[in-house]
């Protein structure tokens, strides 16, 4: 993350969109300017917060809004830049992995001080605990995208894949590895997983649940990638590339998708339930040519990611959120504002209309009661097979701290991620793999903090 960068190369290609204050000229409440620095969240998301903004403001005419709207790729460093110079947008859009980064700076607001236990208790609390650190809330879900693998279930079911089963009941590691052998053909391999450079974090999260790895530090606090579970997961990629049954080369993220549509991959991954829609958009292009070339037809699947033995079967799950943040003018009074606005945008058909969008429940009992009259575009195995990875989904531990997870993204930018680029490319083995990992890791936290043998 280029957090050092100018401040005017920052805001480069910003795009300021002002709600002008207007209303009631004899409101007592003064006069306020709330901004918020969003992604393409839904492909609409920007244009859609303009509504909703002129909808909060029909009651709170004081509040003008101003949304600094960022592409994906900008946003992190620009979200940075701006909080180290004090001058944080007072809500952003993160990811849970990144609310730590906010803490260390000092621009974290812990949000339960300007927001009632009756608003808090709308939200569900397994997702509010994404949003928690050292006991301490700094905002909102809107979310909990469960990422796991997509398949193209002809293929899958020729492999011998019982698809519904294992929909419903889950699979086992060598159930996994028999089928994606059996699917690896001349110019289409059996499991495909998003790899190249940052992605590569999202193998090791995503698929790590494996082998029992569900966040990045086991429920008393140890770093978990020191762990036996680990070595395992290594173990079971060098068995996946040596065998061919998956690339021994970086697939980036876009390209992963490509390959489960032309018929490339059997399997891939990461995968989410809006892939389903996405698949039926590309093969309906067919028809005007805007479909990828090559692409074949195909019923998508969502499907768990297997279970090696002795770990419990569990589903990935990220939370994407708002927090509020501090800045040079940030006030008392001005975060209670700030804070109410927050929770207007994270609930009711606000949320409802982000998580229809990307085909995921509400995390909050205003938003999906909104939901109820809404129907997606699913396979009712899909919608089920999502509804139960759903309740697969393990929130990371409570009282990891602003340094934990400060040192843990040290490990995985630094010493795992150019460290399983060796391995995908046959230049390492699992085994020297973890050992590297486990040497950095003792001495970035202290051997006591580490954990070894299996954990459960």
Not at 314 to 329: E, F, K, M, Q, T
Request: hydrophobic fraction near 40%; glycine fraction near 8%; aromatic fraction near 8%.
């Amino acid at each position: 993350m280029k957090m050092k960068k100018v401040l005017a190369a920052a805001l480069t290609g910003l795009m300021v969109l002002s709600m002008a204050a207007c209303g009631d000229s004899g409101k007592s409440s003064k006069e306020d300017t709330i901004t918020i620095m969003v992604p393409p969240v839904t492909g609409t998301y920007v244009e859609d917060l303009q509504g909703w903004i002129e909808e909060y403001r029909k009651d709170h005419p004081n509040i003008t809004v101003e949304v600094i709207a960022t592409s994906w790729d900008e946003h992190t460093n620009k979200l940075s830049t701006m909080a180290l110079a004090g001058e944080a947008p007072d809500i952003a859009e993160v990811s849970y992995g990144a609310v730590g980064t906010y803490v260390e700076m000092g621009v974290g607001v812990n949000i339960a001080d300007y927001m009632s236990k009756e608003r808090l208790d709308d939200y569900d609390q397994n997702a509010l605990d994404y949003m928690t650190m050292d006991n301490t809330l700094y905002g909102l879900p809107l979310y909990i995208t469960i990422q796991a693998l997509g398949g193209n279930r002809e293929m899958l079911e020729a492999a011998g894949a019982d698809v519904q089963k294992i929909q419903t009941q889950g699979w086992t590691y060598e159930e996994f590895l028999e089928v994606i052998k059996n699917g690896t053909k001349e110019g289409c391999f059996g499991f495909v997983f998003a790899n190249s450079g940052a992605t590569t974090a999202d193998f090791v999260s995503i698929f790590g649940v494996a082998a029992g790895i569900s966040s990045n530090f086991t429920q008393d606090l140890k770093y978990v990638y020191t762990s036996e579970n680990m070595l395992s997961l290594l173990q079971a990629v060098e068995t996946m590339t040596t065998s061919g049954y998956m690339p021994n080369y970086s697939v980036e993220a876009g390209q992963r998708l490509v390959m489960l549509e032309t018929g490339q991959t059997m399997l891939t991954g990461k995968a989410m339930p809006l892939f389903e829609s996405n698949v039926k958009k590309n093969i309906a292009g067919k028809a005007d040519g805007s479909a990828v070339e090559g692409t074949i037809d195909m019923e998508y699947v969502f499907l768990p990611v297997p279970t090696m033995a002795n770990a419990t079967e569990s589903v990935y799950g990220v939370v994407d959120g708002l927090i509020a943040l501090r800045n040079n003018n940030t006030t008392e009074e001005h975060l209670k504002n700030v804070c109410e606005f927050m929770d207007f945008l994270s609930s009711g058909e606000r949320a409802a209309a982000v998580d229809n969008a990307v085909y995921l429940s509400s995390v909050c009992e205003s938003g999906r009661k909104a939901q109820e009259s809404f129907t997606l575009d699913q396979s009712d195995l899909n919608a089920a097979a999502v509804e139960r990875a759903i309740t697969k989904v393990i929130a990371p531990p409570a009282g990891i701290t602003a340094e934990m997870n400060a040192n843990a993204k040290t490990m995985m930018d630094e010493t795992i991620v150019p460290k399983f680029q060796a391995l995908l490319a046959g230049e390492t083995t699992a085994q020297e793999v973890y050992d590297t990992i486990c040497k950095d890791a003792k001495n970035l936290f202290g051997e006591e903090n580490c954990a070894s043998g299996w954990i459960k």
